[in-house]
């Protein structure tokens, strides 16, 4: 399988390299990802954090955006000044989700601004934000999990999704566009879409029972194994970046319109947050997405 490792030339302080649909870029320490296809729809701004940038100190080191993993919450709230001095807004613009692997899609308004960062969530059990109104951050969190961002430039509205193996085989990036398609009157055939960051084929081992629940979910995809790769007779090896990919195929998301990450979080997890590198002694990234 292909090296997931990310090569990093510094060049100055903007951006500093650049593999397929992905910007690298910083600023002075702070790095982060974007994606092209986002931003040329010109109506976007996004970004997903890396673990560097960030005033936390050891496993947590530096970028963590977690106030529940042990961080002092100075430490977080500071962070959270750095990630919206990229996006160009303040701390209480950002509205975090709360993800328990749910397909649940929350739809956020200026009223939730700052809801998981400056005050307490009155929701839970929220895995998918989406909203059309300019200014509101949408943040979703990850160390492992597949990060979804869909933009809607017809009608101006906007979706962000945390997917891991049960959010995938539940089709969370499908079910997220039928909220947009519900509140906004979004169509697939709109949209552009950009699955972020997260653990790749090579480093994602499951068990059977895992295997079976993606073949049954995806029965055209049964003995592809770009999907599942069989190690042994327990143990397989899961895509969750091309079981996205399918989803968004699927319910009709051209293939033009989907940028799919090539950057493992395990296989670089020096420089981002891996759950499966860390045993779980790990800290949060971001992804985070606004209409401006
Ligand atoms: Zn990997």
């Known amino acids: 399988m292909a090296d997931k490792r990310i090569q990093i030339v510094r060049q100055g302080n903007r951006e500093v390299c650049r593999e397929n649909y992905f910007r690298i870029e910083s600023e ?8 092209d296809g986002l931003e040329n729809t010109g109506i976007v701004k996004h970004c997903f954090s ?21 961080d002092e919450q100075e430490n977080v709230d500071e962070n959270y000044r750095r990630i919206a001095r990229v996006l160009g807004c303040q701390t209480d613009d950002i509205v975090c989700s709360d993800q328990t692997h749910t ?18 969530r009155d929701y839970s059990d929220i895995d998918g934000l989406i909203t059309n109104e300019p200014g509101v951050v949408l943040a979703t969190f ?24 049960r959010g995938t085989v539940n089709r ?42 993606f073949r049954e979910a995806f029965p055209l995809q049964r003995e592809n194994k770009k999907l599942l790769y069989q190690k042994n007779e327990e143990k397989f ?17 051209p293939k ?21 590198a ?15």
């Not at 100190?57 to 530096?62: A, F, R």
């Not at 979804?148 to 017809?154: A, E, M, S, T």
């Open 50 to 70: 890396s673990r560097l940038g960030g005033v936390s100190k050891e496993h947590l080191g530096t970028m963590n955006l977690s106030y529940t993993r042990g």
């Open 172 to 213: 969370m990036g499908a079910v997220t566009l039928q909220g947009m398609e519900r509140e906004y009157g979004t169509r697939p055939e709109d949209v552009q879409v950009a699955i972020g960051p997260s653990i790749c084929q090579a480093c994602y081992e499951v068990s059977r029972d895992v295997a079976e629940a």
């Open 142 to 165: 990850y160390a492992d999990c597949v990060p979804l961002f869909i933009v809607d430039p017809v009608h101006r509205a906007i979706g962000l999704s945390h997917s891991g193996w």
């Open 103 to 120: 397909t649940n899609v929350r739809k956020v308004t200026t009223k939730d601004k700052g809801k998981g960062v400056i005050t307490s």
């Open 237 to 253: 090896q899961l895509n969750l970046w091309y079981a996205n990919e399918c989803v968004f195929r699927e319910a009709g998301v």
């Open 256 to 276: 033009e319109q989907i940028e799919v990450t090539d950057i493992c979080t395990c296989c670089n997890s020096d420089i981002l947050f891996s759950h499966r």
């Open 278 to 292: 860390s045993k779980g002694m790990r800290g949060n990234l971001g992804a985070f997405l606004m209409l401006k």
């Open 28 to 35: 002075k320490d702070l790095l982060y990802f974007t994606f």
